[in-house]
């Protein structure tokens, strides 16, 4: 997708080094950085320099190659894995695309585990963007049947950001969007800030803007009144992790739209690509929740009146906080599950249809 008029993807090899927009500046300052050594590919996913479910699947590629230049051997391989494993809990894709790189890397001669290390990562980031557009032309038809039943824009809320940052490219939640924005369907996005750390406000509305999507950003309460009035069409989500029968992980603050939306009869969609579900868990509730930093919801980041990005403390110093980074949205409360190879119901049968083989 577009920053200013040049084209980007979220993650990328140039001159044989690995570079990625560094998350936390943004939208108040676009800095890229190259990511080298196994604790700067660690910190970078632990620390959200880059974030997402499906970019932190491709920078653990990545950080798998880049280790393998430097030592390829079984030992060096485990290690990797296992450290970067250990970064975030709750997006799958994290394991998913170590697997990945294990299973195509271990039974290789150790001298040809670097190259093939490099090519593998570079096929998990093409494959990524792949699935999302296919996911954006799946959810371009229901944005267009929405479109055909009324006057103006198709209003799509979102939250927290499953944009193109989040993914190599495209965008989850997003590509429907990109796609009917494309195709000359008027559509508006709603964009929830996401307290605590603010995907919504700083990543979506950053990006929407930069491609040049109208959106209005509203703080995380207005969805339900919004929806009351019948001011959303429908509302798109990302996830991090979905169950075989589809409950949805994702970012706190996700089942909330989803009960305001099912009161309201409101469509409710999550972007799905098949990275992201875990056939291993039926129940949601089995799935690791993330407990990040206090310090996240004491204190918020924005530009300083000087214009440096810095974080202002909103709570008195004694209160504890808490901060729980996903919920849990059950399947009966998802019209369907938007993946690469079509709209699924959010159970079981549904998802099974359509991935017999990953499913088996
Ligand atoms: O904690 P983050 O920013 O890594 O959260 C992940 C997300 O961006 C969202 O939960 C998103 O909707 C799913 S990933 C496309």
Known sequence: MKVGDRHYRSIWVEDGAVKIIDQRWLPHEFRVVTVETLDEFA????????????????????????????????????????????????????????DAMRNALAPLPVADRASAAFAKAAAICDEDV?????????????????????????????????????????GTATSP????????????VFVDETR?????????????????????????????????????DLVIVGTDRTTARGDVCN???????????????????????????????????EIPIEERSPLEVTKVQGKLEGGDTGWVQISPDASPARNPAFDVTPARLVTGLITERGVAAASPEGLAALFPDLAA
């Open 251 to 285: 970012k706190i603050g996700t089942y909330l739209k989803a009960l305001a939306a099912h009161d309201n009869g409101v469509p409710f969609y999550v972007a799905l690509p098949s990275p992201t579900i875990d056939w291993t868990i039926s129940d949601g509730f």
């Open 43 to 98: 910190a970078a996913i632990r620390d959200m320099w880059v974030r997402g479910a499906p970019l932190i699947g491709a920078t653990a590629g990545y950080g798998v190659a880049c280790a393998m230049a430097r030592d390829a051997s079984d030992a060096s391989l485990a290690g990797t894995c296992e450290v970067l494993n250990a970064t975030r809990p709750t997006a799958v894709n994290l394991r998913w695309a170590l």
């Open 177 to 188: 969007i990109y796609q009917a924005h494309e195709a000359g369907i008027p559509v508006h």
């Open 196 to 232: 605590p750390r603010n995907q919504g406000a700083q990543l979506t509305a950053w990006e929407l803007s930069e491609h040049g999507v109208p959106h209005d950003l509203i703080v995380d309460n207005a969805g339900g009144h919004l929806m009351q009035r019948g001011e959303v």
């Open 130 to 170: 792949e699935i999302n557009r296919q996911i954006g032309l799946h959810g371009l038809e229901i944005i267009r049947e929405i479109a055909a039943k009324k006057d103006g824009p198709v209003n799509v809320l979102t939250h927290c950001n499953a944009g193109w940052i989040a993914t190599v490219d495209w």
